[in-house]
Structures are given as C-alpha cells and as structure tokens.
C-alpha cells in the first residue's frame, strides 16, 4: 500500500474486535508520529499509548458521549504537546495544536497501512482528561483515537466536489 492507497481508503472505525495489536506494529505507528514535521522542529510532543483498562475508562468517562470504542479498542492514542517556547506562531495558530495535528494523521495513516482502524476525536473535556491521565498543567491534548482491529468495514463518507475546495490563483 503507498500513502495515496492509504489517504483513498482510509475511514474513521468506530467498532472494534478486542484483538491485541502486535509490538511491531505499535513500534511503527509510533516511529510515524515521531517522523512528522513541527514548527522550529521542536517536536515538543508525545503520543500516549492507552491500553491499561482501567485508564481506557476514565478516557471514556471525561468523553461526554461515553463511546464504547474508546474501552472496546485495545488501545487508545492520546496526541500530547509539551511546553512551547511560544505559544502562538507568526501566523497566530498555536505550534502545538499545528504540530499534533500533523504527527496524528501520519500515525492515523500508517495505522491503516498495517490494517488498523482509528477514529479521530475532540469531543472529550481536555482538563478533565488531562487529569485522569496526571498530566501536568501545561500540556495540551490536542486529539485522541480510539487505535485496534475494525469490527465494521463502513463505507466512504462523502467530500466535497474537488472544484469547491480546490483553487489555482
Ligand atoms: C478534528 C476532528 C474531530 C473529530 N471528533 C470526533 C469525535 O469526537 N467522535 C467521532 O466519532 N468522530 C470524530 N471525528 C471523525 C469525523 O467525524 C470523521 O473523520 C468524518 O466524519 C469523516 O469521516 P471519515 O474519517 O470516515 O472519512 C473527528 C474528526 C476530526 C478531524
């Protein structure tokens, strides 16, 4: 598979089998995190690997729709930025949730590439989670996702015609 298979294919799973996910795989979907780019290179993050269950449960507590994915799949990512040098760039977006955003999607997108579903989520109270997880004050947690075998094979959802979201100027 190459990365335009994966960005083509890919879907949001938000049903899982309980299967373990192998080390290797977990060892590459964290290499691909690590590889993303960040502004200034600062790389001031870190991807959190949830499978304890009990830890998976607060996750799903703090979340306000309490989805079942968030306990079923056998682990969860949690997308960490670190203390910034700054907190907003030039162009007024702040570095970390750029950056997060950046390394998520690369190991949302290795994931599939190794047959694993995630599904990317905001809808969790990021302090709430930020002390379940006992992480200090000043790191943000900018997505989760719920990472594991899909138990569902859901059709593509519908974007957007290319004319309306593309422009050459
Ligand atoms: C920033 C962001 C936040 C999202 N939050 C949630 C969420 O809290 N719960 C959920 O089930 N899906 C969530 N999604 C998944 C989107 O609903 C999904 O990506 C979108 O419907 C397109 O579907 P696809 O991923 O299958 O292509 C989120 C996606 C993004 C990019």
């Known amino acids: 598979m190459n990365v335009w298979d ?23 979907i964290a290499e691909a995190f690590r590889r993303a780019p960040s502004a ?16 998976k449960a607060k996750i799903r507590e703090v979340s306000p ?25 030039t162009n007024g977006h ?6 997060l955003s950046i390394a998520m999607s690369y190991a949302i997108l290795e ?8 599904c990317w989520m905001a809808y969790y109270k990021e302090e709430e989670l930020r002390n379940a997880l006992g992480l200090p004050e000043n ?8 990472i594991g075998y899909g138990a569902e094979e ?4 519908p974007r957007k015609p290319l004319e309306e979201v593309f422009e050459v100027l």
């Open 154 to 157: 859901p059709s593509q959802r």
């Open 6 to 28: 994966a960005i083509q294919n890919r879907t949001s799973i938000r049903k899982y089998r309980p299967d373990p996910i192998e080390a290797e795989k977990r060892e590459k």
């Open 40 to 55: 200034r290179n600062q790389q001031t993050w870190k991807l959190l690997w949830v499978e304890d269950p009990a830890l």
């Open 139 to 146: 790191t943000s947690i900018v997505a989760i996702s719920p």
């Open 111 to 118: 994931a599939f590439e190794l047959g694993l579903g995630t």
């Open 94 to 99: 702040r570095p970390d949730t750029v950056n």
């Open 65 to 89: 729709g309490h989805a079942p994915m968030l306990e079923e799949a056998p682990a969860v990512l949690v997308a960490v930025g670190l203390e910034q040098e700054e907190s907003v760039m």
